[in-house]
């Protein structure tokens, strides 16, 4: 039924008033929205119909008439309190579990880098790509952004998908979908960044899986992000500590990404991306145990797009170990 | 008239500025967020014009974001928090509980001059150039990147909070100490509970935006690492501590116009308060709940998923107490003696758009629309119905309903039921299309906007046209019945209240002895008369 009365809305002619469905989530919102559209007409209806109503049968017909006072009606209360409770519960299950499934990104998601900053999006695609202000993706296959900004909060907005997460400063976000029709599609900085916000706009292109082939093969590539992160690992001289073998200053980082990190503080963290985010910029944050706090900041040496190349070369070092690959 | 009252049993500027008569200072309030409103409106009236079109070709961006921002933080914080409380709340609530004045008469002046000297800030900013950050003032953006005047409008706002801060407090010392004898807690006219609530809340939750306030100083000041990251601090911590206060204060705007609603409602059916207690502890359970809310502000912000499941579902506890009231009001005008005058149409208004505003914020309450409507127009026009649908039309109604009381006259009744009538039209023209434009995508706060968008905007600003001139109508009526309206005697309405006891306009201690209560709020039906009917 969400489908089809989407479909009529989106067939009026003249003023648009529904947005295309791109996504594999799109629908699902849409069925909700549908929901909440339903009650919230009810109840309006219901409202405007009875003032009306009460206003004209119980009209003033004269100067000194005098109604009967009624006190209140418990009955009444509860029944008007228990409906809408019982129905906004509804809405609450319902859209708690469809935020579940939004925020929640399959496991075989294909990982891209977006970095926000005023008033641009910057794209890096994991064989190498960049794009700016433009995301080409192909229909069907999960997409995974991890995301962060280099100024102040954006926020990743694509109204065709029904999804949107914000872009901080200082941390990753991430935002997941699966496009499901071949298109161009809003994408949105929904967050008010600054002088140019409304001009931090692109487009994101969906595309055929054949057509995707093809655009990967046509845009200029150079190195994989992980063949990159591996260059900036040398031309950081990462390695001089991390890959000296047993007396090293540093752990190694072989094995380490998916992993608990036993830390020196006490305590453990969990080495996700943002983990190695941080231990890069802010390494003395949280020190593994057995080890000293002696390495320097990268921040300022290394832009969040580099520490992006590294972060997908460090997790290339896990899959190596013949760990499981992610697929 | 009365030969001697409040308004001219004194003369002169010095009378004005140095009263302590809380009916004095509410008219000091009127005056002041009168000029603000004007102000506000004016920047609404400029960003209206500016999205006619889908090029931002009348404005440069810097100067449109300055116009939204500026509209905001005077009408959110120079108009509409002060706007029931400090005006009708100051007037009326010594008046209904029967006592001469407010606890702290001075105090009360002072709130006044704490407020003039905070819009001052306020206004300075606006001249010297403007502000840019939006009235939420996001971290790092408020305290790193813009180059605006964040410094002197942040200090307007922290200053202006200490007048709603001591407000509050004159407020419950006053309802708790100062009482007339008979005037028991569950006797008191349900504006007194709203105001009561509603200064609850203006205690607990303006220290705490004050606070986040001076962070933000602190860090654009002194370089103090707390919200910016490059120093080492958490952007979201600002988003927490604002929202701690400012979602709170969208029911510091909204319940006294409840309150207000729920005098003129009974008044104009002539009949007794549907569920009286109902009423009164629904406010008080929106003001204790919406303490537990903020995070709904956040759920796409980085913050938790499982603390935005705890947010969510409290947001919609928090809408039940609302419903509550708005089942007792048009339950009120059952089996009534319903009369059409001025107030009760902005009454009835209120009741429709409070309700189409409390519904929509049912979609934003849900975890996964609001990952597609968060910050987008169906926000904008979600918190427009409540604010400006509610808020206002209950300020404007209350002005109408007890503007005999203040004014001693009556302004004509067939403008004030067409003004009423145009600004209910103009508002919904004006408000309704964006909760598509929200729906279809369009981000707020964007100063140009793709093509498609078009149609819907210019419908939104033919709309604030006529919202304009719903505006500038009571504006016009009002000033000139203070010398040309007809003479309105103590209770035009037939009304029930201690404030309709006494003269129109008062005099200035406002009651010639201190009157006894011995009924309920709202006995239109006199004592003794059900026998002889049943």
Known sequence: MSAALSAFLQSQPGIPLFPDQASSVADKVDALYFYLTGVTAFFTVLIFSL????????????????????????????????????????????????????????????????????????????????????????????????????????????????????????????????????????????????????????????????????????????????????????????????????????????????????????????????????????????????????????????????????????????????????? | MPRV?????????????????????????????????????????????????????????????????????????????????????????????GARDLAFPRINLLSWYVYTVGGLFTLVAIAAGGVDTGWTFYTPYSSTYSNTNVMLTAVGVFITGFSSILTGFNFIITIHKMRAPGLTWFRLPLFIWAHYATSVIMILGTPVVAIAIALVGLERLFHIGIF??????????????????????????????????????????????????????????????????????????????????????????????SAVKVFNWTATMYKGSVSYQSPMMYAMGFIGLFTMGGLTGLFLSTLATDVHLHDTYFVVAHFHYIMVGGAIMGYLGGIHYWWPKISGRMYPEPWARLAAWIIFIGFNLTFFPQFILGYLGMPRRYHAYPDEFQVLNVLSTAGASILAVGYAIPLIYLVWSLRYGRVAGPNPWGAKGLEWETASPPPTYNFPETPVVTEEAYEYYPKGAEAEVV
């Open chain 2, 228 to 321: 910016d990251p490059k120093l080492g601090g958490d952007p979201v911590l600002f988003q927490h501590l604002f929202w701690f206060y400012s979602h709170p204060a969208v029911y510091i705007m909204i319940l006294p116009s409840m309150g207000v609603i729920s005098e003129i409602i009974t008044c104009f059916s002539r009949k007794k308060v549907f569920g009286y207690s109902f009423i009164a502890f629904s406010s008080v359970a929106i003001a204790l709940i919406g303490f537990l809310v903020w995070g709904h502000h956040m759920f796409v912000s980085s913050q938790s998923m499982y603390a935005g499941m705890v947010f969510s579902i409290l947001s919609f506890l928090v809408a039940i107490p």
């Open chain 1, 51 to 327: 003032v009306f109503y009460f206003a004209i049968r119980y009209r003033r017909r004269s100067e000194d008439e005098l109604p009967q006072p009624i006190h209140g009606s418990l009955k009444l209360e509860i029944l008007w309190s228990v409906i809408p409770l019982g129905l906004v519960l509804v809405m609450f299950f319902w859209g708690a579990w469809l935020f579940y499934h939004i925020r929640r990104a399959p496991s075989d998601a294909t990982q891209l880098y977006v970095v926000g900053k005023q008033w641009m999006w910057k794209i890096q695609h994991p064989d190498g790509q960049r794009e700016i202000n433009e995301l080409h993706v192909p229909v069907g296959r999960p997409i995974k952004l991890t995301m962060t900004s280099e100024d102040v909060i954006h926020s990743f907005f694509v109204p065709a998908f029904r999804v949107k997460m914000d872009v901080l400063p200082g941390r990753y976000t991430e935002l997941w979908f699966t496009a499901t029709r071949p298109g161009e599609y809003h994408l949105f900085c929904a967050e008010y960044c600054g002088t140019k916000h409304s001009a931090m706009i692109g487009r994101v292109v969906v595309l055929e899986p054949t057509d995707y082939e093809n655009w990967l093969a046509g845009s200029p590539a150079g190195e994989t992000l992980e063949q990159a992160g591996a260059r900036l690992f040398r031309q950081f001289n990462c390695h001089t500590c991390h890959e000296a073998g047993p007396t090293s200053r540093g752990p190694s980082l072989h094995e380490v990404f998916g992993k608990r990190v036993q830390l020196k503080t006490g305590g453990a963290v969990a080495a996700d991306e943002g983990y190695l985010r941080e231990s890069i910029l802010q390494p003395n944050a949280k020190v593994v145990a057995g080890y000293e706090p002696v390495m320097p900041t990268y921040q300022g040496l290394a832009s969040e797009e580099q520490v992006m190349q590294i972060i997908a070369y460090l997790k290339s070092l896990t899959r190596q170990e013949g760990q499981v690959p992610q697929p």
């Open chain 2, 5 to 97: 009252h409040y308004l001219n049993a004194d003369y002169g500027i010095r009378s004005w500025l140095l009263t302590t008569d809380h009916k004095r200072i509410a008219l000091l309030y009127l005056g002041s967020i009168t000029l603000m409103f004007v102000l506000g409106g004016l920047f609404a009236t400029a960003i209206r014009l500016e999205l006619l079109t889908p090029a931002g070709d009348l404005f440069e961006s810097e100067n449109y974001n300055k116009l939204f921002t500026m509209h905001g933080v005077i009408m959110i914080f120079f108009f509409l928090i002060p706007s029931v409380p400090a005006v009708l709340g100051n007037f009326l609530v010594p008046m209904m509980i």
